[in-house]
C-alpha cells in the first residue's frame, strides 16, 4: 500500500512561494536578491485597520465564532457588494473565510464533479487549475490575449462552453497579467453565458483586486449584468486592497443561501471558523473613512511605478510589455529575449525528462535569479495546460521603485549575456 493517495498527484502548487527555496540558495551565496516574485503589496496594512484587531484581541474576543461570519463583518460586505456592483446582497448568502484562496477548492468541491468541465483563464491564477484537477473535473484552459491587453472576446469563450460546462472562472483584474475586462465584454460574455449555459453552471468571479485599478477605471463585476448574480460565486477580501496578506481574510458571496451554506460547511470541517478579532479589523476596513484614501494612496504609487516599469522593459531588446490596468503586476513577453540569449536552442537541447521540469521562460526566470539576482515568475506558473510555446515572464511591482529600478537596469545586463546564460547551464545543472 503506497503512502500518499493518488489523488495528492492531481494537486498544483503557487510557484511564487516554491521560489523561496532558490532565493534562499542565492541568498545563502551572499547574493542580493530583488524580489519581483511575491503577490504581496509592500506596503503594510494601516494603524486604523490594526488599532482594532489589537482593542478586540486585548478585549477578550478571542473565541470560536459563527462559522459563516460574524454578523457584522457580513453586514458590511453585502453594503461594500451592493454599492460596488449595484445588486442586492444579503448576510445570508455571504461566507467569511480564511482569504480569497478557500474559495476556489470550496467551489471545486461544490459544484465539480469528475467529468465536468471547468473552463478558467490562462495564464491565471495557478491555484484555478490545481483544484480543478485535484477534484477530477476537465480542465478547460481560456487562452487568453496578450494583443487585447490579456483578456478574451465572448465568442473565444462560446467556444469552449459544452454540455459538460459547470463552472467559469473569471478574474478581474487579473493575476498575472493585470488585464481588466472592460464593461463591454462583460456584457458580452453574460450574453453568451445567458444564452449558451444552463441556469446550475456557475461563475466564479475573482475580485480580489477590486481596488486596484488605475488611469481613474472603476471596477465592473459580471455579477452586475443582467441574469448573472444568481449564478454567480463572487469572491474579493482584505488580501490585496487592505493589504492585509497576512491577516488571512476573504469573502464568498453564494447564489443562494442553500449554496452559502455549504461553504459554511466547509468552513467548518477545515478551520471551524476565521478570527473574530481579525473579523472585526475586516469590517472597520470596509466602515472606516480613512480606509478610501488608504487604498488611494497605495494604487497612486503602483500606477506610478507602472508608468516607469512597462516603458523600460519595452526598452529591453527582445521584451515587449502591454500596459496593465490593475493589479500590481507586468506580464511581459520574453520571446525575443529567450531567442537572444539562446534560451529556446539550450531548452530543445535538454533531454526530455528535464523539458518536463521547465520550460524557455523557466530556464529565463533561473538565470535572471541565479546569475543577476532577480527573482520573476515564468509563464507556467500561472497554468502549465496549453501553455508550450508562451514565453512570458510576471514581475511584481509591489516593490519600492528604487528595487524597481535596479532590477530592470539588471535585466538590461543580462539581456546582453548569451554567453553568461551558457556558462549558468554548464555550472548550475538545476534540470539534470
Ligand atoms: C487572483 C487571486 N485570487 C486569489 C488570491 C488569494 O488571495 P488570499 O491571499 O486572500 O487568499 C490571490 C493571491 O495571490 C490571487 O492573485
Not at 32 to 37: E, P, R, S
Not at 69 to 83: D, Q
Not at 133 to 139: D, E, I, L, V
Not at 396 to 412: K, L, N, P, Y
Amino acid at each position: 500500500m503506497a503512502l500518499l493517495a493518488d489523488r495528492m498527484t492531481a494537486l498544483g502548487t503557487e510557484n511564487a512561494f516554491k521560489l523561496g527555496e532558490d532565493i534562499q540558495r542565492c541568498l545563502d551565496r551572499g547574493m542580493d536578491v530583488i524580489k519581483f516574485n511575491l503577490g504581496e503589496p509592500d506596503f503594510d496594512s494601516a494603524p486604523h485597520i490594526n488599532r482594532v484587531g489589537m482593542r478586540e484581541i486585548e478585549a477578550g474576543n478571542s473565541h470560536y465564532c459563527d462559522p459563516q461570519g460574524i454578523l457584522p463583518l457580513r453586514k458590511a460586505i453585502a453594503a461594500h457588494v451592493a454599492s460596488t456592483r449595484g445588486i442586492e446582497a444579503d448576510v445570508s448568502r455571504i461566507v467569511v473565510t480564511p482569504g480569497a484562496k478557500p474559495p476556489i477548492s470550496y467551489t471545486m468541491q461544490t459544484y465539480a464533479d469528475p467529468g465536468d468541465e471547468v473552463i478558467y483563464p490562462s495564464p491565471g491564477f495557478p491555484i484555478y487549475e490545481s483544484w480543478v484537477t485535484f477534484a477530477g473535473a476537465t480542465p478547460v484552459p481560456l487562452q487568453l490575449s496578450e494583443e487585447r491587453g490579456f483578456s478574451f472576446i465572448p465568442e473565444e469563450l462560446a467556444a469552449l462552453i459544452t454540455e459538460r460546462t459547470k463552472v467559469i472562472m473569471l478574474c478581474s483584474p487579473s493575476n498575472p497579467t493585470g488585464g481588466v475586462l472592460p464593461a463591454r465584454d462583460l456584457a458580452g460574455i453574460a450574453e453568451v453565458i445567458r444564452e449558451k449555459c444552463r441556469p446550475d453552471v456557475r461563475i466564479y468571479a475573482d475580485e480580489i483586486y477590486e481596488h486596484i485599478l488605475f488611469d481613474g477605471e472603476k471596477h465592473h463585476s459580471i455579477a452586475s449584468e443582467e441574469g448573472m448574480a444568481e449564478r454567480t460565486v463572487l469572491v474579493s477580501g482584505h488580501s490585496k486592497g487592505f493589504a492585509m496578506t497576512g491577516w488571512r481574510l476573504g469573502w464568498a458571496m453564494l447564489p443562494t443561501a442553500e449554496e452559502a451554506a455549504i461553504f459554511k460547511q466547509l468552513n467548518i470541517n477545515i478551520c471551524s471558523c476565521v478570527p473574530a478579532f481579525i473579523q472585526e479589523a475586516g469590517r472597520e476596513a470596509y466602515e472606516s473613512p480613512e480606509s478610501a484614501a488608504t487604498v488611494a494612496g497605495m494604487v497612486a504609487a503602483f500606477e506610478r511605478r507602472r508608468d516607469w516599469v512597462v516603458p523600460a522593459l519595452n526598452d529591453i531588446p527582445g521584451v515587449r510589455c502591454q500596459n496593465p490596468k490593475g493589479a500590481f503586476y507586468v506580464f511581459p513577453n520574453v520571446a525575443g529575449l529567450c531567442e537572444r540569449l539562446g534560451v529556446v536552442d539550450a531548452y530543445q537541447q535538454l533531454p526530455e525528462a528535464s523539458r518536463d521540469r521547465t520550460s524557455p521562460s523557466g530556464m529565463l526566470q533561473m538565470f535572471l535569479l541565479y546569475r543577476y539576482g532577480v527573482a520573476t515568475m515564468d509563464r507556467n506558473s500561472f497554468g502549465r495546460i496549453g501553455a508550450e510555446g508562451q514565453h512570458y515572464l510576471r514581475l511584481s511591482i509591489a516593490a519600492s521603485m528604487e528595487q524597481i529600478q535596479a532590477g530592470v537596469g539588471r535585466m538590461v545586463e543580462a539581456a546582453d549575456d548569451a554567453d553568461g546564460f551558457q556558462e549558468f547551464l554548464r555550472e548550475e545543472r538545476l534540470w539534470d
